[in-house]
């Protein structure tokens, strides 16, 4: 008796079709990867743009001195003939009946401060830095209102700041 052979197909790949699809799986993983990273290097410029210390800076800068001018008198301002600084007047508290502080916005190596202070005696009670990396600040009024210019640069990015407040107390 015979025995009956029977041909059956081979099951499994081919070595060659196992080199193409790894060479295809290996380039779509490459660009997959570099579209990542790419995306990931763009986001991290931006958030950098976005969050740095200028962008920071200039935001607390502007907001502090609009809330600063706004609490300020009308009745007198100062200003410093090259705009290097202002001196803004307030009522300590809500039940003062005379103005009696003074709010000072200068800009001094690198930094815009606020100089606070009684005006009766004269006398300056503190000083606080508002932001760092001033590379320039000038002071203008019109009218009611006092303006700031503020250029803050650190290096890598430099942000322009033009903010303005009203003095609304009398």
Same mark, same amino acid.
Not at 70 to 78: F, G, K, N, P, T
Not at 147 to 160: E, P
């Given at each position: 008796m015979q025995r009956r052979r029977t041909v059956t197909a081979q099951q499994g790949f081919t070595l060659v079709e196992l080199a193409i699809t790894t060479v295809v799986f290996a380039i779509i993983m490459v660009a997959v990867g570099v579209s990542l990273v790419d995306g990931h290097r763009g986001w991290n410029s931006m958030y950098n743009r976005v969050y740095s210390d200028?962008?920071?800076?200039?935001?607390?800068?502007?907001?502090?001195?609009?809330?600063?001018?706004?609490?300020?008198?009308?009745?007198?301002?100062?200003?410093?003939? &090259? /705009?290097?600084? @202002?001196?803004?007047?307030?009522?300590? #508290?809500?039940? !003062?009946? +005379? $103005?009696?502080?003074?709010?000072?916005f200068y800009g001094s190596d690198g930094a815009l401060n606020v100089e606070y202070g009684q005006l009766n005696p004269r006398e300056t009670l503190a000083t606080e830095t508002v932001c760092e990396n001033v590379s320039e600040c000038v002071f203008?009024? &019109? /009218?009611?209102? @006092?303006?700031?210019?503020?250029?803050? #640069?650190?290096? !890598?990015? +430099? $942000?322009?700041?033009?903010?303005?407040?009203?003095?609304?107390?009398?």
């Open positions: 200028v962008v920071t800076d200039s935001y607390v800068a502007s907001k502090m001195f609009e809330a600063m001018v706004r609490r300020a008198s009308r009745e007198r301002v100062l200003f410093d003939e &090259a /705009g290097n600084w @202002v001196e803004v007047y307030y009522y300590a #508290d809500s039940d !003062s009946s +005379a $103005v009696d502080r003074y709010m000072r203008k009024g &019109a /009218g009611r209102s @006092v303006q700031m210019m503020l250029i803050l #640069d650190d290096g !890598s990015q +430099a $942000v322009t700041v033009a903010c303005s407040g009203v003095m609304h107390n009398q």
